[in-house]
């Protein structure tokens, strides 16, 4: 029989656990099976893949020799990352969705191992069982599921923060100097790999042993104080040194000057992404009402005195995360991204907290192991998510239109080659990257010699091409004249 520990108790919470993986494969992996993504996904698998086939360089990456034949508009680091799953799973869509179904493993589990180690440094051991709310938290906003299905790099930038600020915890709470010395180096090596993941935006971490002090017991200023200095002063280090080599220093300097310089300064996004962090934040606020409802008058009177330390020390982490963002000519809600497992942990402890301190109804429901029933409905769920991830597997759920043609056109000209495009359709984005990724196909203007072209619907062919006949409402593809069998050519094929 099933007996409730009292307040405090570490018991195990299986039944809430349970429900969050659930929910999470719900909101995540039907959308994951199918085909489909952000511009920027497709652009970034087609370089990692461009790589892993050997073109392009890890400091020179390839995307398309008609639009960024040297891509510098991020550090590579992601891109070989992923340039590696592709060497062993091969050419398919579902590569990249492996790739980002393990950075959702690893964010999870460094939430967790953070939680652990914050809920101890803070004397709230007993929190410690609760480590599935910022869970909760983490995938209930919306823009989780977006992120990971559609392989941005934030997704990979996250994973290294969430590392650093761990390694920086462990360096504050250290018992001497020497430890302390060797955990602040490596969170500066995670430092550097969130830098070289997304850029400037990952170095929040540097100031996270300030940021961290108010949640520990028995830290004083001196600790961290030397752990600031000595984690920025590696990760500049290493990162001096790494510029040593021509290529890099080559690349750094062309992603700085058109990334960074050239988007620096308050701009008229900021308000905006203000707003998009307070849309993000909303459904973890939501959760942790919800729960306030449910538990209704039964919290204790210092429930939320006992984590104010703790939890506001995450906010800010998440904070110094986010609002920098909006300096900069920056209007994207997926750059948030590496702030919200942040936030979801200092949320967390707040709810955390309420619930712990609620009646013995609330623990006993949150302790109970799982019965028969829940673990029917919960396989049953479990399931039917699985059923509906593989039903979805190769079919396209986002551009149809371009999918659709240009498996018509490869399936005639080959995959592989470089097209003439008409100026009108080069700055269609969308174009170049699904031609690259799943047809390895490039759209070059102005290449005078190709045998095939890329043209508007319903556009005369130029003088020295003519019209296949394959074509769509929005794009026709022309052949350099080759004689008057070129149709039925095209119509075996």
């Given at each position: 029989m099933f007996e409730p520990r009292g307040p405090g108790s570490t018991a195990p919470h299986s039944r809430p656990l349970i429900g969050t993986v659930v929910l999470a494969g719900f909101l995540l992996l039907p959308s994951m099976a199918s085909v489909g993504m952000f511009v920027d996904g497709i652009m970034y698998a087609a370089i990692s893949r461009n790589l892993a086939v050997g073109v392009g360089s890890i400091w020179a990456p390839h995307f398309s020799e008609g639009l960024f034949p040297v891509f510098h508009q991020h550090p590579p680091l992601v891109f070989w990352l992923q340039s590696l799953l592709f060497r062993v799973l091969g050419d398919s869509y579902l590569t990249e969705r492996i790739y980002d179904l393990s950075l959702v493993f690893a964010t999870a589990l460094l939430i967790r191992v953070l939680w652990s180690r914050i809920t101890l440094a803070s004397g709230l051991k007993k929190l410690s069982a609760y480590w599935w709310l910022p869970l909760l938290l983490w995938v209930v906003v919306p823009k989780w599921s977006w992120a990971y299905r559609n392989n941005v790099l934030e997704n990979s930038m996250?994973?290294?923060?969430?590392?650093?600020?761990?390694?920086?915890?462990?360096?504050?709470?250290?018992?001497?100097?020497?430890?302390?010395?060797?955990?602040?180096?490596v969170a500066s090596g995670a430092a550097l790999l969130a830098f070289l993941?997304?850029?400037?935006?990952?170095?929040?971490?540097?100031?996270?042993?300030?940021?961290?002090?108010?949640?520990?017991?028995?830290?004083?200023?001196?600790?961290?104080?030397?752990?600031?200095?000595?984690?920025?002063?590696?990760?500049?280090?290493?990162?001096?040194?790494?510029?040593?080599?021509?290529?890099?220093?080559?690349?750094?300097?062309?992603?700085?000057?058109?990334?960074?310089?050239?988007?620096?300064?308050?701009?008229?996004?900021?308000?905006?992404?203000?707003?998009?962090?307070?849309?993000?934040?909303?459904?973890?606020?939501?959760?942790?009402?919800?729960?306030?409802?449910?538990?209704?008058?039964?919290?204790?009177?210092?429930?939320?005195?006992?984590?104010?330390?703790?939890?506001?020390?995450?906010?800010?982490?998440?904070?110094?995360?986010?609002?920098?963002?909006?300096?900069?000519?920056?209007?994207?809600?997926?750059?948030?991204?590496?702030?919200?497992?942040?936030f979801a942990l200092g949320f967390g402890l707040v709810g955390a907290s309420m619930l712990d301190e609620a009646e013995e109804r609330i623990r006993t429901t949150l302790e109970r192991?799982?019965?028969?029933?829940?673990?029917?409905?919960?396989?049953?769920?479990?399931?039917?998510?699985?059923?509906?991830?593989?039903?979805?597997?190769?079919?396209?759920?986002?551009?149809?239109?371009?999918?659709?043609?240009?498996?018509?056109?490869?399936?005639?000209?080959?995959?592989?080659?470089?097209?003439?495009?008409?100026?009108?359709?080069?700055?269609?984005?969308?174009?170049?990257a699904i031609a690259q990724r799943y047809y390895r196909i490039s759209l070059v203007p102005g290449l005078a010699d190709a045998e095939w072209r890329l043209a508007p619907a319903r556009e005369e062919s130029p003088p020295a091409y003519r019209d296949t006949g394959l074509s769509s409402g929005d794009w026709v593809l022309q052949r350099r004249a080759v004689g008057p069998g070129l149709r039925e050519e095209i119509d075996e094929k």
């Open positions: 996250a994973v290294f923060c969430l590392l650093s600020v761990l390694l920086v915890l462990c360096a504050l709470r250290a018992p001497t100097v020497g430890r302390a010395l060797i955990f602040s180096v993941a997304k850029g400037p935006v990952g170095l929040f971490v540097l100031v996270s042993p300030v940021l961290l002090l108010p949640a520990l017991r028995h830290v004083d200023w001196r600790r961290s104080a030397f752990g600031l200095a000595v984690v920025s002063v590696v990760f500049f280090g290493l990162l001096g040194l790494l510029t040593a080599w021509p290529e890099v220093r080559e690349m750094l300097i062309a992603y700085w000057r058109d990334q960074v310089a050239g988007r620096a300064g308050i701009s008229g996004a900021d308000s905006g992404m203000v707003l998009e962090l307070a849309k993000k934040v909303a459904p973890m606020l939501l959760v942790l009402a919800g729960l306030r409802l449910w538990i209704w008058r039964g919290a204790g009177a210092d429930w939320a005195s006992r984590v104010r330390a703790p939890a506001a020390a995450m906010l800010a982490v998440g904070l110094s995360a986010s609002l920098p963002l909006a300096l900069g000519d920056l209007d994207s809600a997926h750059y948030l991204i590496p702030a919200l497992p942040f192991r799982p019965g028969r029933l829940f673990m029917l409905v919960s396989g049953v769920a479990a399931a039917a998510i699985l059923v509906e991830s593989a039903g979805r597997i190769g079919e396209v759920r986002k551009n149809g239109d371009y999918h659709v043609f240009l498996a018509r056109v490869s399936a005639v000209t080959g995959e592989g080659r470089s097209f003439a495009v008409d100026a009108a359709l080069y700055d269609d984005w969308y174009l170049h």
